[in-house]
């Protein structure tokens, strides 16, 4: 069996700042990924219990009595584990709220996007602060207490030093093979963790998809998914995908929100700011976590061992993936907000992740899953820092070798592992 420890989350004091200010905290993911353990913790540190309404006799009580259970003589914060199960909450919240606006009242999670559940729309528009929690981030994996994204925004060559990373190939293609569900992490590799993921995926399609609508052709969402794995941090083509599903395109679409309904894919908006006419202002699709796109697409490191040009290729998507969720997590307890989009232009130049600031600073990186890098590999970087200016903080390309160094005026090299490893010194 896999080690089995208990992993401290970046996000549990994000929690108890966020406590301090709002009435209404919501903790949003993916099955699984740890929003009941880490709701668990926050309510032992208060004195109060949780209801979990994955518990059938929990959910029938408060369905038929919702007030009841969020009234103001409860001990607070009240904590609800999957609210959307009993959407209806949200109302009786909301009323509560009327009366007594308190920061700190309410910590509700759920497994579904705060806005795609029924009847959520406007319950609680500007009351409740939403946080996404994703799978295990490998910072948190490491035990690393550093944040890649902060030094990125602020000053991409902070993260160049003269010191090798520790991580080989063998390494990365591992932790981007196992990716980070701690249920999964939790089992061996082979047989154990492919069942751990193929019960994942009926669970979410059979329960969580189907409490949002009902999906009369549910059969196609998997298959939809496994292409999506297969291209995973990819532009998707919803027409060819239609084709390849035998549906038709506007349902697709359809079938593409909810996925990404459930935390089963993100997507990542194009970069439009830099107002090239050669923009391709089409979204990218990532699954959310690169364990689930390996199982999805048969990928493992038997097969990766034997470096034919299709495996390689998957590979080279999930570490595009495994990098852009890396960050994507940071932000969850960085200090800065920011928005994340990719940039691609007609001509091929690209970058894989634009990360721009509420006052407009921007820095980018690039990913290639080789150990070496070209002059070419920096062209899409160049073209956003001609663009943008001072604005411009820095770029860099990120690969699978051991060495960092500054390539150009704001252009740099770093190895993978120093988006959760901070250079020494």
Known sequence: MAEKRLIARRLQPVLAELLADEPVVILTGARTVGKSTLLAACAEVHDVQVLDLDDLPTRRAVT?????FVASDRPTPVCIDE????????????AELNKDLRAGRFILTGST???????????????????????????ELAGAQGNALDALITDPATLVSNTPASSTRDDYERSVLAGGFPLALARDPGRSR???????VTLVVERDVLEIRKVRQRQVLPQILRR???????????ANLADAVGLDATTVKD?????????????LEPFTRSA???AIRSAKVHIVDTGLAAYLIGLNEQKLSGRLPASLTQFGHLVETFAVNELMKQAGWAQQEVRFSHFRTRDHKEVDLVIETAAGSVAAIEVKASGTVADNDFAGLRLLRDKLGDAFVGGAVVNLGQRSYSYEDRLHVLPLDRLWTPPAG
Do not use: C
């Not at 291209?231 to 998707?236: D, E, I, L, R, W």
């Open 64 to 68: 038929a009595d919702p007030e009841l």
């Open 83 to 94: 609210f959307q199960h009993v959407p209806q909450l949200l109302d009786a919240i909301k």
């Open 113 to 139: 996007r705060y806005g795609s559940v029924p009847a959520a729309g406007q319950s609680l528009t500007g009351r409740a602060h939403v946080v996404t929690m994703w799978p295990l981030s490998q910072g």
């Open 194 to 200: 492919d069942r751990w993921f193929r019960d994942f």
């Open 228 to 238: 999506l794995a297969d291209q995973t941090g990819q532009v998707v083509n919803v």
């Open 255 to 267: 079938y593409l929100g909810l996925l990404e309904a459930v935390f089963l894919v993100h997507r």
């Open 276 to 278: 090239a006419n050669r």
